[in-house]
Every structure is written in structure tokens, then in C-alpha cells.
């Protein structure tokens, strides 16, 4: 068998494994809650991962098998995945790009977040009652916001925390509105209701909180583009070794064709 062949075969037994990280940087955003509620990013990922898998298995049985047809199925397969991937990574960059971060709340050490400081694409991905509803129902059946009420007791402790965006957004009202701290979230006797919208949309209805408020959307938002940002660097790296992987395949499908070229020419000659 061609050495070229097997330098395929390899190198393709690689592109099956760099196809791990793509799945599972899927599974994990999967796993997270607020991806689990939102669902977006998720499914594409994990099936971009499963397709570079099923590629890269062509390509190591064309490989080893010399089936020259499967290995340019291949380089043709792989290269649309590399492009769609790499699509993937700078659409997820620039939905992720705006954003302040959050705004430090006076005399707490969470932070609370603004729905106009992200992305016309994200925000409309929580917008609409429809959409909102779906959401909210599903963060509001978890125990994000319960699970606040046994780790803080006492009010300076929970000012003192460092909550999650999401919790921070839909647990509780707006530093702003001035609520009297009873639990993380039960509060009440706001000194000013009209410091921001989100004050009149609170709710001690441990099933509505501040699920009804922007400030609940841009939590979720914030998670979302904290999560996204670190599976978009799995996806670079994983974008830039299949690139190189792809290169080197291409360079010994040439090499394997070159090889085959003078093997035939030798036999004819002789």
C-alpha cells in the first residue's frame, strides 16, 4: 500500500477525533440551562461535529482502502464543513461581540445586566410573547432562583454574592427600586418604582419573580454569551487543526495520485 494512503488514513483518524470537541462543546451548551431553555446554538454544533465525524470516517476508509472516489468525496465534504464551521465561529463572535458586561449595582458586589447592551439578533431571540413565554415557563420549572433562598439568609451576604447573570436578572427586582431584602427572593416596600420599568414587573409569586422583566432577558442573554464565547474558542481551535489536518490530506491525496501515476507508468514500460 502507498505511503501516501496511509498518511491519509491517519491523518483522517485524527479529523475523527478533532470531531469530539465539536460535539461535545454541543453536549455541554446542551447540558447548560439557559441554553436548554433557549435553543439555539446547541443542535447546530452537535450536528456539524457528527457530519465532520462521518467525513472523516470516509476519508480513513477511502484512506487505508485506497477507494479513490470516497477520497474526493471527502475533500470535497470536508471543505464545505470547514467553511460552515468557520462561518459558524464569526457569526457567534458577532452576535457575542456587543455588550458592557454588565453594570456594577451601588453597594452590591453582583453585578445587573440591560437588555440594549446586546445584539439586535440575540435580543430578538428573546422578544415576542410567544418566544418569551416558552422561556421564561422553562426557567421559572428550574431551581435557579430557589436554590438562591438556602444559600444566603441574611441580606449582606446576598449583596455580597457573586450570582450568575441569569439569577441576577430573574430572581430578583432592580437594586434601583429600592425593595427591603426579606429573602434572596422575597422582598418588598420599594422606595421608588419608577427608577426602572422592570420595578413594576416584580412579583413575590415565587412562579413569576422577575421573570416578566428585560432584566430577566438580558441574564439570560449575558449567560448565554458567556457560554457561547468559550464553546467558540473550542470551535476555533478545532477549526484551525482541521484546516491543518486538511491541508496535509490534501498534499498526500496528490502525493497518493502521483504515486499511482508512476506506478502504471512503470508497468506499461516494462
Same mark, same amino acid.
Given at each position: 500500500?502507498?505511503? %501516501?494512503?496511509?498518511?491519509?488514513?491517519?491523518?483522517?483518524?485524527?479529523?475523527?477525533?478533532?470531531?469530539?470537541?465539536?460535539?461535545?462543546?454541543?453536549?455541554?451548551?446542551?447540558?447548560?440551562?439557559?441554553?436548554?431553555?433557549?435553543?439555539?446554538?446547541?443542535?447546530?454544533?452537535?450536528?456539524?461535529?457528527?457530519?465532520?465525524?462521518?467525513?472523516?470516517?470516509?476519508?480513513?476508509?477511502?484512506?487505508?482502502?485506497?477507494?479513490?472516489?470516497?477520497?474526493?468525496?471527502?475533500?470535497?465534504?470536508?471543505?464545505?464543513?470547514?467553511?460552515?464551521?468557520?462561518?459558524?465561529?464569526?457569526?457567534?463572535?458577532?452576535?457575542?461581540?456587543?455588550?458592557?458586561?454588565?453594570?456594577?449595582?451601588? %453597594?452590591?458586589?453582583?453585578?445587573?445586566?440591560?437588555?440594549?447592551?446586546?445584539?439586535?439578533?440575540?435580543?430578538?431571540?428573546?422578544?415576542?410573547?410567544?418566544?418569551?413565554?416558552?422561556?421564561?415557563?422553562?426557567?421559572?420549572?428550574?431551581?435557579?432562583?430557589?436554590?438562591?433562598?438556602? %444559600?444566603?439568609?441574611?441580606?449582606?451576604?446576598?449583596?455580597?454574592?457573586?450570582?450568575?447573570?441569569?439569577?441576577?436578572?430573574?430572581?430578583?427586582?432592580?437594586?434601583?427600586?429600592?425593595?427591603?431584602?426579606?429573602?434572596?427572593?422575597?422582598?418588598?416596600?420599594?422606595?421608588?418604582?419608577?427608577?426602572?420599568?422592570?420595578?413594576?414587573?416584580?412579583?413575590?409569586?415565587?412562579?413569576?419573580?422577575?421573570?416578566?422583566?428585560? %432584566?430577566?432577558?438580558?441574564?439570560?442573554?449575558?449567560?448565554?454569551?458567556?457560554?457561547?464565547?468559550?464553546?467558540?474558542?473550542?470551535?476555533?481551535?478545532?477549526?484551525?487543526?482541521?484546516?491543518?489536518?486538511?491541508?496535509?490530506?490534501?498534499?498526500?491525496?496528490?502525493?497518493?495520485?502521483?504515486?499511482?501515476?508512476?506506478?502504471?507508468?512503470?508497468?506499461?514500460?516494462?
Amino acid at each position: 500500500m502507498p505511503l %501516501s494512503n496511509n498518511v491519509i488514513g491517519v491523518i483522517n483518524f485524527i479529523a475523527m477525533l478533532l470531531s469530539i470537541p465539536v460535539i461535545g462543546a454541543g453536549i455541554w451548551l446542551a447540558s447548560q440551562t439557559d441554553n436548554a431553555c433557549v435553543k439555539i446554538l446547541q443542535w447546530p454544533v452537535i450536528i456539524l461535529g457528527i457530519l465532520i465525524l462521518v467525513v472523516a470516517l470516509a476519508g480513513f476508509v477511502g484512506g487505508f482502502w485506497r477507494i479513490p472516489w470516497l477520497l474526493v468525496l471527502y475533500l470535497v465534504a470536508m471543505l464545505a464543513l470547514i467553511v460552515l464551521l468557520a462561518v459558524l465561529v464569526v457569526f457567534v463572535y458577532m452576535v457575542t461581540d456587543k455588550g458592557a458586561g454588565g453594570h456594577l449595582a451601588p %453597594s452590591r458586589s453582583f453585578l445587573e445586566y440591560r437588555l440594549d447592551d446586546y445584539s439586535g439578533w440575540l435580543k430578538r431571540r428573546v422578544q415576542g410573547p410567544f418566544k418569551w413565554d416558552r422561556i421564561k415557563n422553562c426557567i421559572a420549572s428550574t431551581s435557579i432562583c430557589a436554590g438562591l433562598n438556602q %444559600s444566603f439568609r441574611f441580606p449582606q451576604d446576598f449583596f455580597n454574592a457573586h450570582i450568575t447573570p441569569l439569577q441576577s436578572g430573574c430572581c430578583k427586582p432592580p437594586t434601583l427600586c429600592g425593595f427591603t431584602f426579606v429573602n434572596p427572593t422575597y422582598w418588598i416596600s420599594p422606595i421608588n418604582n419608577g427608577a426602572d420599568p422592570d420595578c413594576l414587573q416584580w412579583n413575590n409569586e415565587q412562579t413569576q419573580l422577575c421573570y416578566a422583566c428585560d %432584566s430577566c432577558k438580558a441574564g439570560i442573554l449575558e449567560n448565554l454569551k458567556r457560554e457561547w464565547r468559550k464553546a467558540d474558542l473550542i470551535l476555533i481551535l478545532a477549526l484551525v487543526a482541521l484546516i491543518c489536518v486538511y491541508l496535509v490530506g490534501c498534499c498526500a491525496f496528490r502525493n497518493a495520485k502521483t504515486e499511482e501515476i508512476f506506478r502504471r507508468y512503470k508497468q506499461g514500460y516494462t
